[in-house]
T-cell receptor, first 117, second 113 residues
Framework: GAVVSQHPSRVICKSGTSVKIECRSLDFQATTMFWYRQFPKKSLMLMATSNEGSKATYEQGVEKDKFLINHASLTLSTLTVTSAHPEDSSFYIC?????????????FGNGTRLTVT | DQQVKQNSPSLSVQEGRISILNCDYTNSMFDYFLWYKKYPAEGPTFLISISSIKDKNEDGRFTVFLNKSAKHLSLHIVPSQPGDSAVYFCAAKGGSGNTPLVFGKGTRLSVIA
């Protein structure tokens, strides 16, 4: 089945630094990838839609200058948390759908636990 | 405004019995529904889905029921096994394009041996 790989799985960084998270579709091409964020005991909240070769679409309330998304190829999207602060600490998960049918499951990476100290 | 609601944050079931997880939605444009299972510090894993043209879909021990008039779906797991203990998320999608999923808050299922 389709596999989405996310790296790193865990990162601890100091306040003010930037962190890059990579999301790869391993056995399929993904023109669109979705980035979600999960707070403790909360639902998965969509942050942005990453489109290959064009600008990402951000959900309301998500700062595009803080969460930089780059989708440079059909198999790779990156999320960079810039000038991270403790409130950015969260579980970030990317997902993608094989382009065979749009009514099909999203496949998720294993997530990245970001801790900002 | 939450479009997908899972009103039970947790559920405990004995091994071998049926687990029933419920989900309600408010957006009538949703036409594709999914259930995901999630362990801590991992991404969600797809379990089963149903299109709005159906009212039931079965896959092994998992069955999803959809009641469109009530905007309600449920996931039945029978028989429940200890390995089923996890958080279960209900998700929905609307529109014909490559659109994201909207998730409920999840229900933590504990299957007791």
């Amino acid at each position: 089945g389709a596999v989405v790989s996310q790296h790193p799985s865990r990162v601890i960084c100091k306040s003010g630094t930037s962190v890059k998270i990579e999301c790869r579709s391993l056995d399929f091409q993904a023109t669109t990838m979705f980035w979600y964020r999960q707070f403790p005991k909360k639902s998965l909240m969509l942050m942005a839609t990453s489109n290959e070769g064009s600008k990402a679409t951000y959900e309301q309330g998500v700062e595009k200058d803080k969460f930089l998304i780059n989708h440079a190829s059909l198999t790779l999207s990156t999320l960079t948390v810039t000038s991270a602060h403790p409130e950015d600490s969260s579980f970030y998960i990317c997902s993608a759908r094989e382009a065979l049918s749009y009514n099909s499951p999203l496949h998720f990476g294993n997530g990245t636990r970001l801790t900002v100290t | 405004d939450q479009q997908v609601k899972q009103n039970s944050p947790s559920l405990s079931v004995q091994e071998g019995r049926i687990s029933i997880l419920n989900c309600d939605y408010t957006n009538s444009m949703f036409d594709y529904f999914l259930w995901y299972k999630k362990y801590p510090a991992e991404g969600p894993t797809f379990l089963i889905s149903i299109s709005s043209i159906k009212d039931k879909n079965e896959d092994g021990r998992f069955t999803v029921f959809l009641n469109k008039s009530a905007k309600h779906l449920s996931l039945h797991i029978v028989p429940s096994q200890p390995g089923d203990s996890a958080v279960y998320f209900c998700a929905a999608k609307g529109g014909s394009g490559n659109t994201p999923l909207v998730f409920g808050k999840g229900t933590r299922l504990s299957v007791i041996a």
